[in-house]
């Protein structure tokens, strides 16, 4: 199973909203990734996790919460987002954090739009 | 991590070699070259990587040049599938506050490449 799995695959919520986009990979791997990706740009790395652990945060707003339950799984919880933050949403994942020598795997993303 | 340049925009003709190039001057010695791309509305896919040799895989040749400032991307038969953004990234290894590397992936803009029947 090369394949890293992400929920749902469009959501629209408002500003009010508690919404969770949900991320799973049964690779092993123990580095997973949130990216954001605005229209016609490239994406913007987020979070990195570390062995379930919060290795990196991108300066990214509180509204933005990811939490890693396990190995397998990566949550990104939303709350009181704005319209700016509509976007494609992309999870990754790599056999490790660290070195520059192993691939990310991307999943397809989830289409969000803040109303 | 070293910046990249990519043409904004190539097109290629079904069933020809589609050659990207890349230019990474500022390169250090420790930094690979990565290739990923992206098809409309997916996420992106990886395609090669390198230090200083070639590489091939199923999908590409990569080609870096002697001084590895530049590198080449060869599709060596385009289809229709292959149209999309590809992205050459020069990556380097990135300490967190804690002092843990990580190999951190930063996307420049890429080059749109569309395939032509």
């Known amino acids: 199973d090369t394949e890293v799995t992400q929920t749902p695959k469009h959501l629209v919520m408002g500003m009010t909203n508690k919404k969770s986009l949900k991320c799973e990979q049964h690779?092993?791997?123990?580095?997973m990734y949130w990216y954001k990706q605005k229209a016609k740009k490239p994406p913007e790395l987020m979070f990195v996790y570390s062995y379930e652990k919060l290795s990196i945060n991108e300066s990214v707003p509180s509204r933005f919460s990811p939490e890693c339950p396990n190995s397998s799984l990566l949550n990104l919880h939303l709350h009181a987002l704005q319209p700016e933050d509509s976007a494609l949403y992309l999870c990754?994942?790599?056999?490790?954090?660290?070195?520059?020598?192993?691939?990310?795997?991307f999943g397809p993303g989830t289409r969000l739009t803040v109303t | 991590d070293a910046k990249t340049t990519q043409p904004t925009s190539m097109d290629c003709a079904e069933g020809r070699a589609a050659n990207l190039p890349c230019n990474h001057s500022?390169?250090?010695?420790?930094?690979?070259v990565y290739w990923y791309r992206q098809i409309h509305s997916q996420g992106p896919q990886y395609i090669i990587h390198?230090?200083?040799n070639n590489e091939t895989n199923e999908m590409a040749s990569l080609i870096i040049t002697e001084d590895r400032k530049s590198s080449t991307l060869i599709l060596p038969h385009a289809t229709l599938r292959d149209t999309a953004v590809y992205y050459c990234i020069v990556r380097a290894s990135t300490a967190n506050a804690g002092g843990t590397s990580y190999g951190k992936l930063t996307f420049g803009q890429g080059t749109i490449l569309t395939v032509h029947p």
């Open positions: 390198g230090l200083k």
């Open positions: 500022t390169i250090s010695g420790n930094e690979y």
């Open positions: 690779m092993g791997h123990r580095a």
């Open positions: 990754a994942s790599s056999p490790s954090p660290q070195g520059i020598y192993y691939e990310q795997y």
